[in-house]
């Protein structure tokens, strides 16, 4: 009998309720666990107990206050991370990357 696959798990930091509602819906279609975190200040305490195989940042903050998630993330985890930014500021994209995300898609 072959080995069932563990299912991947994803840790979504998201602050708008009806963005996260799809996200979830989407991704379990998909068979992928998904642990939903509405609060950025709450993040890594729950990256921590969850240990997720990718972290996916989708928040609606001035870039100031991503960018420090995404640095302190970084520092303590290896784990890939995507930023969706909801704007395209050069500057500010090329800030994301910096601080450590594998991926920004505006």
């Known amino acids: 009998m072959p080995k069932k696959k563990p ?3 994803i840790l979504l930091i998201t602050n708008t309720p009806a ?9 379990q279609q998909q068979k992928i666990d998904v642990i939903l975190e509405p609060d950025p200040s709450n993040a890594f305490d729950r ?11 989708d928040l609606n ?8 998630l ?6 303590e985890s290896i784990m890939p991370i995507l930023v ?4 395209g500021n050069e ?3 090329l800030e994301v990357y910096d601080e ?6 505006v």
């Open 70 to 75: 995404v640095k302190n993330l970084r520092r």
């Open 61 to 68: 903050l001035p870039v100031g206050r991503i960018l420090y």
């Open 91 to 93: 500057n500010e994209i």
């Open 84 to 87: 969706l930014i909801h704007h």
């Open 47 to 57: 990256w921590a107990k969850e240990i997720p195989d990718l972290i996916v940042i």
């Open 19 to 27: 963005t996260g509602v799809l996200w979830v819906q989407t991704l």
């Open 7 to 9: 299912a991947q798990r």
């Open 100 to 105: 450590g995300a594998d991926e920004c898609i």
